[in-house]
């Protein structure tokens, strides 16, 4: 780090980035945010987590999900070696009829999508005479 380059605590790095001290924590622990430099009080950030920390928030705005942001960030091959931190992500289970399930993953689906899912999955399935 060069001597001139600046340097931000937690919540001078939030602020400017326009996110919570929580969500910088939560970034780190995801890894998306490299953690900060020193140890004890003397934890500190730089330009370069700021910059990240920007381009995050920017691809979020934009509907990006965390984990192809990261994708994007740093490559699949990067994002297969921080496989160190557990992801915790939510999924939504819809069960269409016997033997057949969906897995939604981010979202719920409403009860219209879930009929017209099933109704399809029944034409596939060739079960649509049965009932």
Known sequence: ML??????????LAD???VSRRTVRYYVQRGLLEAPT???RGKHYTEAHL?????IR???????ALA???????????????CDTPVQSTWTRVVLGPDVELMVRGRRLDEEQVRKLT?????????GDER
């Open 3 to 12: 001597d001139d380059e600046a340097i931000y605590g937690i919540d001078e």
């Open 68 to 82: 192809d942001i990261s994708v994007r960030l740093d490559g699949p091959i990067a994002r297969e070696e921080q």
């Open 16 to 18: 400017r980035a326009g």
């Open 58 to 64: 920017e691809l979020q705005e934009e509907g990006v």
């Open 38 to 40: 020193g140890v004890g």
């Open 119 to 127: 109704a399809a999955i029944d034409r596939v399935l060739g079960k």
């Open 51 to 55: 910059a990240r920390l920007v381009r």
